[in-house]
């Protein structure tokens, strides 16, 4: 691998890069079965095709009477049918002869012979065997059954693969005869943060401060899809961040921190160690701009139990590894499935740009989500920008329209703390009321369903954002414009408005963010 280059890839096209980096392993990989009481909020690994036909038979709508033909109709005379009559849950009641009527109930099986269900409210009994109708409620032949296949016959497609699994998927399925379902193997990814200078308790104090990214990235990579499988915190030393790096069994590696060329920046070093394939250096946005994306190297048993030989620039190319393409798409026993690392700068809010930026896309490939739909919203105050990078900014929505928030700077979290969305601002900034790309934030209702029971239950420790009133709930984890617009929030205060000179350096001299 070269060394670090100073040609930033551009934003859009280093979403791309992420979205195809993983396209083989994801497409190689086995779903997953699970129980329906496990697979909310999983992803259909397959399509859904119904097992029997819906409803299974011909049922009652409404409680009511069952007919045969016209009125009036004649009860029956057994005490216990003309109390009950029959109930949800009974097999195949007797043939109904022509001119009778029975009591049915909502849902319950319809005799042979029935040709329309009379609703309680519309039939009168008058206590002399017979049953008449109401006058303004004529009965019309059919009327009050839900046919055999109705909503489906046996073998139709219900849903197709990629759908994000909801309550009311897990209802279908349950309907549609299934007792689990094929879903895509959450990727397991692990966090390293890196830095001797952060606390994981207590206020900062000595030129040490509280570590931020530790407590958000995991939750944040979880309500992405992932399965997070540990929080690490290394200290700055070399020898350290590669050996957990290379020792980690996980699909993707998230690291924070360490991502630019200063004296304790590990994560470049060990990349050109582990012989990695860098897909993304550095991505023209801020904050941000260090982040990384690589494709960590196939190795085999042997070379991970002695790192030696991944340092000896004189050993001969691994055959599993990238040298050798057509082995590495197929990978033998000794070997473990292609990995990749992103690489966070270590600035809290440029770590949440990192995130959407290259994560995101990722992680949306390996769990099979679609990409989300653009939703763009018209800015509210014009925003500055930088002469040649994107900028991402913290807007939340007021009255249909995108309103920047101040606390923008690559290490505040303020501002994303109460953030509807990330807006798109391209080089050279917007004026106000242009519509401009909004990027959604992962903790809106569908989002947070994502995380099943089993998930919530095992990570109960960790902190779970919860929807605001009156936020945007997506459908199958992305917008829905209307008309290209998005729907204006009740609940977004009116102080969130922004205001200029929020201290950000958005000049050409910006240093690392």
């Known amino acids: 691998m070269d060394e670090p280059h100073h040609s930033p890839t551009s934003w859009p096209d280093a979403r791309a890069i992420a979205a195809r980096a993983a396209v083989k392993e994801a497409a190689h990989a086995a779903p997953v079965m699970r129980p ?89 009994a008058a206590g002399d065997g017979w049953l008449h109708a109401s006058a303004a409620h004529p009965v019309v032949l059919g009327q009050d059954i839900r046919t055999r296949g109705q909503e489906c016959r046996s073998g139709d497609q219900l849903l197709p693969a990629g759908t994000l699994v909801t309550p009311a998927v897990l209802g279908l399925a349950a309907a549609a005869g299934y007792d689990e379902l094929p879903t895509v193997r959450r990727p397991r990814v692990e966090v390293l943060v890196l830095g001797d200078e952060l606390l994981t308790e207590g206020l900062p104090h000595d030129g040490r401060i509280r570590d931020a990214l530790g407590p958000m990235v995991g939750p944040w990579l979880r309500a992405l899809g992932a399965e997070v499988t540990g929080t690490r915190r290394l200290a700055d030393e070399a020898d350290a961040v590669c050996a957990a790096v290379a020792e980690s069994s996980a699909d993707v590696v998230v690291t924070t921190g360490g991502t630019a060329a200063g004296p304790v920046d590990h994560v470049h070093p060990t990349l050109r160690r582990l012989g990695a394939e860098l897909l993304v250096d550095g991505v023209a946005v801020r904050p941000g701009h260090p982040m990384l994306l690589a494709r960590l190297a196939l ?179 992305h917008r829905t414009p209307q008309a290209g617009h998005r729907t204006p929030q009740a609940s977004h205060r009116k102080d969130r408005a922004a205001g200029h000179g929020d201290g950000e350096d958005i000049s050409p001299e910006e240093g690392p963010a």
């Open 299 to 477: 190795e085999s048993r042997e070379s991970r139990e002695n790192p030696e030989s991944r340092e000896n620039p004189e050993s001969p190319p691994n055959p599993e590894g990238p040298d050798n393409p057509e082995k590495s798409e197929t990978p033998g026993p000794q070997t473990r499935p292609a990995r990749h690392l992103v690489g966070l700068p270590g600035n809290p809010l440029a770590a949440v740009s990192g995130l959407l930026t290259l994560a995101e896309p990722l992680l949306r490939t390996l769990t099979g989500r679609p990409a989300p739909a653009p939703g763009p919203a018209p800015l509210a105050e014009a925003v500055q920008g930088h002469p040649r990078d994107t900028r991402l900014v913290p807007v939340t929505f007021r009255q249909d329209a995108a309103v920047p928030l101040r606390f923008n700077g690559p290490a505040m979290l303020r501002g994303i703390a109460v953030a509807d969305g990330l807006a798109v601002i391209p080089p050279g900034g917007a004026e106000r009321g242009t519509e401009v790309e909004v990027l959604d934030l992962p903790w809106s209702a569908i989002a947070t369903e994502q995380l099943s029971y089993a998930d919530q239950t095992r990570h109960a420790d960790q902190a779970h954002r919860t929807p605001q009133a009156g936020h945007r709930t997506p459908q199958a984890g």
């Open 36 to 124: 329906l009481s496990e697979a909310l909020g999983q992803v259909l690994a397959a399509p859904l095709a119904a097992l029997t036909d819906l409803p299974p038979f011909d049922t009652s709508a409404m409680d009511g009477w069952a007919l045969a033909g016209p009125g009036p109709w004649r009860l029956p005379t057994d005490d216990k049918d003309q109390d009950h009559g029959i109930l949800a849950g009974h097999g195949e009641a007797a043939a109904l002869p022509d001119g009778h009527a029975v009591r049915i109930a909502t849902g319950a099986r319809v005799p042979p012979g029935a040709t329309a269900v009379l609703r309680s409210e519309y039939g009168t």
